[in-house]
Structures are given as structure tokens and as C-alpha cells.
């Protein structure tokens, strides 16, 4: 039995498991959906509550069950939202935990809510829809281990077992254990296709070179890469040194044009640099580097070999090879040589 359990552990591990570093990326898209979430989340509670009051007011005591229910949504919201900002430009390394941390607060609130559903407002369906609902925006919109999403599901769905029975009978208990199996297979199935793509795009680290100490160059499979758009290679440089972390409309207009660009103007000069980026990359088939969601920009570290990213990995040839200039082509590079000398020299 034990030798079983081991066999079933390492085959998990194998197929399934995903080291946090290389995890980093996926986290900052949860972060980002889970500021999305948290907004939905306060907007929700905070719209009943106002409801409540305003056609409740005079006999709340009846409504302290929903006061309640709708009080947490609007506090996880908005946790959710602030934590999300938080969290934004936290090193690499914690990247995994602290980022995730507003999509759990989302995800466990979703399933507590539909327990809450079903037995303290006493509507069986309305909660077993809301855990469904929930699994389902989970599996399709976020990046979860398998038995993080098994043990979420279960959580929810083992306390509404006996009233699911009681409601619904033996076929409505067996559909939602088939379902839970359904989702769980499925889970397992994303976390090998995101493996296997992390795979591919490690490899190809190999072609797609940063050179950041001295001017800033880009270069695959040894050759420099020529955008058409002089700003375009700056506005990369940026999103490199920014490491990972997402950089808003607002900010690169500031880095690129001025800190008195107005974004109204400047806007389309920035969409037209964005799309030559992605434009040349795409035709020299670099994949998953240049990344876009909900107006925020940002690439990803972990398939990219870059001096800066050694040096701050503590590399001992990076931090030889470093002669007191990074991205020196840049004015706002200035104060990142600054301190990558204090580095050097600590």
C-alpha cells in the first residue's frame, strides 16, 4: 500500500508538479485576475448592502443573515484589491505565494458562499450553482494545482453532501460527485498542457538574448532585433528592467514621452509601439514573451537570458562583467546603475 501511495506521489510530481519560480509568471496573470475578482467581489456586496438599507431599514434585524453575507463579499473584495497593488512588484522568488494570495481569498470566499447559500439561506439550488460556478471561473481563468482545485472542491462540496441527498436525491449526489470527477480529471489535463509549455518555452531561453549592462541590446539566435519603431526597443528595455511586473498605460507614456505626457495624446503612439513589438516577435515565432492583460504590460523573465537577471540572481561572472552602466542609452536607467553598483560593491 505504501509503495503505491510513493508510486502515485512521484507520477503526480512528474506530470503535474511545477516549480514556484517557474510558476512566477502564471502568478502575476492570478494577481491580475484576482484584482478583477476583488473589484466584482466589493461592487456586489457593496450594491446589495446599499440595497438592503435602502428598502430594509426599518426591520434589518430580519436581514442580519444577508448583512452578513453580503458584509464579507465587500470586505474580500476589497482586500482582494488592495493586496493585488500590494503584492505588484514583489521579487521572483515569492512571486508564487504572495501573489495568489487575492485569488484564494477569492476562491475560498466562493466556496463558503455557496455553503452559506445553501444552509443559512436555505437554497439548495442557489448553492450548488454557486459552487459550480466558482470551480468552473477557477479552472477556466486561473492557473491552480490540481489538488489545490480537488481540495477547494471538496471543501465545498462535502459539507452540502447529506442536504444535495436530502434535496435532490441519489441521481443529484451522484451527479455532482461525477462532476467534481469531471473537473478534477480536467485540472489534471491544463497543469500537463501549462508543463509542457513551460517546457517549450524554457528552450527558448536559449535563442532569446537581454544585454543590459553597457547599451541595451535584444537579440535571437544571436542577431539583433530591429523593430520598426525607434521607441519599441525602449519600451522592451523598460518592461525588462521592470523584471517581470506588470506596468500600466499611465507609467510607460511617462517613461517613454515624459512625466508630463498627457495620456490622451500619447496614447495611440503607445498602441502603435505595442503592436510593432508584438509585430516582430511574432514574426520571428517568440512565444509567451510579450505579455498583454487588462491594459497591463509585461514580459516574462524565465525565457529570456539576461545579465541583469543574473546579476540579481547573485551570478559572480554577471556581477564581474558589470563596468558601472546599464541601459546607459536611457536617462531612467540611471538610478538602476546607481544601485546595481551598491550592489556590486556590497
Same mark, same amino acid.
Given at each position: 500500500?505504501?509503495?503505491?501511495?510513493?508510486?502515485?506521489?512521484?507520477?503526480y510530481?512528474?506530470?503535474y508538479?511545477?516549480?514556484?519560480i517557474d510558476?512566477?509568471?502564471?502568478?502575476?496573470?492570478?494577481r491580475?485576475?484576482?484584482?478583477?475578482a476583488?473589484?466584482?467581489?466589493?461592487?456586489?456586496g457593496?450594491?446589495?448592502l446599499?440595497g438592503?438599507?435602502?428598502?430594509h431599514?426599518?426591520?434589518?434585524r430580519d436581514?442580519i443573515?444577508?448583512l452578513i453575507?453580503?458584509?464579507i463579499?465587500?470586505?474580500?473584495?476589497?482586500?482582494?484589491?488592495l493586496i493585488?497593488?500590494k503584492v505588484k512588484?514583489?521579487m521572483?522568488?515569492?512571486?508564487y505565494?504572495?501573489?495568489? %494570495?487575492?485569488?484564494?481569498? &477569492?476562491?475560498?470566499?466562493g466556496?463558503?458562499?455557496?455553503?452559506?447559500?445553501?444552509?443559512?439561506?436555505n437554497?439548495?439550488?442557489?448553492?450548488?450553482?454557486?459552487?459550480?460556478l466558482?470551480?468552473?471561473v477557477v479552472?477556466?481563468m486561473?492557473? %491552480?494545482?490540481?489538488?489545490?482545485f480537488?481540495?477547494?472542491?471538496?471543501?465545498?462540496? &462535502?459539507p452540502?453532501?447529506?442536504?444535495?441527498?436530502?434535496?435532490?436525491g441519489?441521481?443529484?449526489?451522484?451527479?455532482?460527485?461525477?462532476i467534481?470527477?469531471i473537473?478534477?480529471?480536467?485540472?489534471?489535463?491544463?497543469r500537463?498542457?501549462?508543463k509542457?509549455?513551460?517546457?517549450?518555452l524554457? $528552450? #527558448? $531561453?536559449?535563442?532569446?538574448?537581454?544585454?543590459?549592462?553597457?547599451?541595451?541590446?535584444?537579440?535571437?539566435?544571436?542577431?539583433?532585433?530591429?523593430?520598426s519603431?525607434t521607441?519599441?526597443?525602449?519600451l522592451?528595455?523598460?518592461?525588462?528592467y521592470?523584471?517581470g511586473?506588470?506596468?500600466?498605460?499611465k +507609467?510607460?507614456i511617462?517613461?517613454?514621452y515624459?512625466?508630463?505626457?498627457?495620456?490622451? #495624446?500619447?496614447?495611440?503612439?503607445l498602441?502603435?509601439?505595442?503592436?510593432?513589438?508584438?509585430?516582430s516577435?511574432?514574426?520571428? +515565432?517568440?512565444?509567451?514573451?510579450?505579455?498583454?492583460?487588462?491594459?497591463?504590460?509585461?514580459?516574462n523573465?524565465?525565457?529570456?537570458? &539576461?545579465?541583469?537577471?543574473d546579476?540579481?540572481?547573485g551570478?559572480?561572472?554577471?556581477?564581474?562583467d558589470?563596468t558601472?552602466?546599464?541601459m546607459?542609452?536611457?536617462?531612467?536607467a540611471?538610478?538602476?546603475?546607481?544601485?546595481?553598483e551598491?550592489?556590486?560593491?556590497g
Amino acid at each position: 500500500m505504501i509503495r503505491v501511495i510513493k508510486k502515485l506521489i512521484d507520477t503526480y510530481r512528474t506530470r503535474y508538479s511545477i516549480s514556484p519560480i517557474d510558476l512566477a509568471d502564471f502568478s502575476e496573470t492570478n494577481r491580475l485576475h484576482g484584482k478583477v475578482a476583488g473589484i466584482v467581489l466589493f461592487i456586489f456586496g457593496i450594491g446589495d448592502l446599499v440595497g438592503i438599507f435602502a428598502l430594509h431599514f426599518n426591520n434589518l434585524r430580519d436581514y442580519i443573515s444577508h448583512l452578513i453575507y453580503y458584509g464579507i463579499f465587500s470586505i474580500v473584495g476589497i482586500l482582494a484589491f488592495l493586496i493585488s497593488i500590494k503584492v505588484k512588484s514583489v521579487m521572483r522568488q515569492k512571486a508564487y505565494i504572495h501573489k495568489n %494570495i487575492p485569488f484564494y481569498m &477569492c476562491l475560498f470566499w466562493g466556496i463558503g458562499a455557496a455553503v452559506y447559500n445553501f444552509y443559512i439561506f436555505n437554497h439548495p439550488f442557489n448553492g450548488v450553482l454557486t459552487l459550480f460556478l466558482t470551480v468552473s471561473v477557477v479552472l477556466s481563468m486561473f492557473y %491552480i494545482p490540481p489538488l489545490v482545485f480537488l481540495t477547494a472542491f471538496l471543501l465545498g462540496l &462535502c459539507p452540502m453532501s447529506p442536504g444535495i441527498y436530502e434535496e435532490f436525491g441519489v441521481s443529484g449526489l451522484a451527479d455532482a460527485i461525477l462532476i467534481l470527477v469531471i473537473m478534477f480529471y480536467f485540472s489534471l489535463y491544463k497543469r500537463r498542457v501549462e508543463k509542457q509549455y513551460l517546457t517549450l518555452l524554457k $528552450k #527558448q $531561453k536559449k535563442s532569446l538574448v537581454a544585454k543590459t549592462f553597457g547599451n541595451f541590446t535584444l537579440l535571437y539566435d544571436n542577431k539583433v532585433i530591429k523593430f520598426s519603431r525607434t521607441k519599441s526597443t525602449e519600451l522592451v528595455a523598460y518592461l525588462i528592467y521592470k523584471n517581470g511586473s506588470s506596468v500600466q498605460t499611465k +507609467e510607460l507614456i511617462s517613461v517613454l514621452y515624459g512625466d508630463y505626457a498627457d495620456s490622451a #495624446q500619447y496614447g495611440a503612439s503607445l498602441r502603435l509601439l505595442i503592436s510593432d513589438v508584438k509585430h516582430s516577435l511574432a514574426e520571428l +515565432e517568440v512565444q509567451n514573451f510579450f505579455v498583454t492583460e487588462y491594459n497591463n504590460f509585461r514580459i516574462n523573465p524565465e525565457i529570456i537570458k &539576461c545579465d541583469y537577471y543574473d546579476f540579481l540572481a547573485g551570478d559572480r561572472q554577471a556581477v564581474k562583467d558589470f563596468t558601472g552602466e546599464f541601459m546607459s542609452q536611457y536617462s531612467w536607467a540611471e538610478d538602476v546603475s546607481a544601485f546595481l553598483e551598491r550592489k556590486a560593491l556590497g
